[in-house]
């Protein structure tokens, strides 16, 4: 290697040192791919207060819904990988999309640096509660009796809420017919309203109508129960072993931010994650806190990514 060409590594890696330390010196903008008001905005909006309070510089929200996701994670795929543009690395745009979208402009994996995962919203499994079926074991014994008579309700073609659903449906041996619709909040209308009988969907949303006895759960598609519904059995205690199904919303800078500066930033969600006030307002919000470390997260993506992409394939879903 000739002298030139180390010297010219060596200045780069010193340049890159000197930034990371005088990290943050500017206004920094996290994107959110989704409304004012939705759980990731929430999220991204409690951590820019956080940080913003911790570096006393100001840290906005740059909400930039559309296109299933895309449309805001390909605008921070392609941000300067200097720290000052993050990204909410959330499941659908990170773990489902890529086998969703026959061609996406940005790449998962390649074009981004996570950081940490935030936060998890599992998905859970709710009927009306005049359905006769009071259990898990009852709902899937209803479908076997007359397979493709009974609805289910999602929250549109290739959400996480609908692949969940046909991950379930090819698990138990049973067929369901697909009733999409744009929210949390039409879903949950027609199912209380009784047009249609049931759907999962992640826990923040449907906890206040378990809670209320609009809804009446039969399982949660976590491994182990949930703090906010103790009494509520897992999928995998009602006889499928193993049956997970979790939405997340993480972080992530774009590729080729210099390691410091993502060190930093993994430091300081860790650290906002652990403080008393975020712990009661993520518990109110029914979220499991994660706060894991950038390579854990990074391995978490990549396993997502091929569990997603299966249940995609299986279900033959396409965006839309």
Known sequence: MKMRTVLAIVFALIAGIAGASEYPAKQIRIIVQFTPGTSTDILARLIAAKMGERWNQQVVVDNKPGAGAVLGTDLGAKAAPDGYTLTMAVSSAFGINPSLYSKLPYDAINDFAPIANLGLTPQTLVVNPAESYKTLKDFVAAAKAKPGSINFASLGSGSTSHLTTEMFAATA???????????????????????????????????????????????????????????????????????????????????????????????????????????????????????????????YIKSEIAKWGKAVKDSGAKAE
């Open 173 to 299: 041996g049973i067929k369901l017919n697909h009733v999409p619709f744009k929210g949390s909040a039409d879903a949950h209308t027609q199912i209380i309203g009784g047009q249609v009988p049931m759907m999962f969907d992640a826990i923040p949303a449907t906890l206040p109508h378990i809670k209320s006895g609009r809804l009446r759960g039969l399982g949660i598609a976590t491994l182990k129960r949930s703090p906010f519904l103790p009494d509520l059995p897992t999928i995998a205690e009602g006889g499928y072993a193993g049956f997970e199904a979790v939405g997340w919303i993480g972080i992530a800078a774009p590729a080729k931010t210099p390691v410091a500066i993502l060190n930093t930033l993994n430091a300081e969600m860790v650290r906002i994650l652990g403080e008393a006030d975020v712990k009661e307002k993520l518990n109110t919000l029914a979220f499991t806190p994660v706060g894991d470390t950038r390579e854990q997260f990074a391995a």
